[in-house]
């Protein structure tokens, strides 16, 4: 029986470790393994060689991951957080929020997917969100984390058109968690217009909505109820 693995990326965080717990206590897969910024090797979504280095890593080790979740991203850092309104815009913030929720998640593609097997089913899931859809946008604001996240979509269906002529088997897909109560979104506990979940509940939901996918799902922004939401 071949052994499968999992690669958890942003496996520090609060889905992120949620996701490798879940993962490696119903042991549907035999290896599961936490990369971060504080892992070995580390991974830093902000400096390309630490990617492949990890990567490099893995690939000395014979492994080839079947499951793939980049659990990281930026909402809030030192004060500075979402946009209310234009005045607020900053390049320099906006181009930080560009870096580590599209950039990087592209970057960590661009060196990990080669690893994933070429004939069986996979899958490559990035953490995305519900507010980087366009068609659903009502609100406005946020604006740099909503085109961070626009993008990101944009690259998950680029990617998932690529990989399936490698592998027809291939589902790379962006996850909408929801709302969950991790560092993310502490400063917003004030906000009661969406259910909060834990990360475990969370990580959970969303596997279970992966296990669901087909290939034909590859492309979409997924909910944490495997729902398909509209670009």
Not at 12 to 20: D, E, K, Q, V
Not at 74 to 85: A, Q
Not at 167 to 175: A, C, D, T
Not at 179 to 200: C, D, I, M, W, Y
Request: hydrophobic share 45%.
């Amino acid at each position: 029986m071949t052994v499968k693995t999992a690669v958890i990326i942003g496996a520090s965080g609060g889905i992120g470790a949620a996701f490798a717990d879940r993962l490696t206590l119903d042991r549907a897969f035999g290896q599961v393994l936490r990369l971060s910024r504080h892992s070995s090797p580390a991974i830093d979504l902000l400096d390309e060689a630490s990617i492949a280095n990890a990567a490099s890593s893995l690939l000395q080790s014979a492994l080839a991951p079947s499951l793939i979740i980049v659990a990281t991203g930026i909402l809030h850092k030192n004060g500075r957080g979402p946009e209310k309104s234009l005045r607020e815009l900053d390049p320099d913030w906006m181009i930080e929020n560009y870096r580590l929720n599209a950039v990087g998640p592209a970057l960590v593609a661009k060196h990990f997917l080669p690893l994933m097997p070429k004939f069986e089913r996979t899958c490559f899931a990035v953490l995305s969100a519900r507010v980087g859809s366009i068609s659903d946008n009502r609100l406005g604001g946020w604006h740099s984390y909503r085109a961070s996240k626009a993008a990101l979509n944009m690259l998950i269906r680029n990617l998932a058109i690529e990989w399936q002529r490698r592998n027809p088997e291939s589902i790379i897909v962006g996850l909408h968690p929801g709302t969950v109560e991790t560092a993310l979104s502490a400063p917003f506990k004030g906000n009661p217009q969406h259910e909060r979940f834990s990360p475990e509940r969370a990580a959970s939901q969303m596997l279970d909505a992966l296990q669901k996918l087909r290939p034909q799902d590859s492309g979409e922004l997924i909910g944490y109820d495997g729902g398909v939401i509209a670009p």
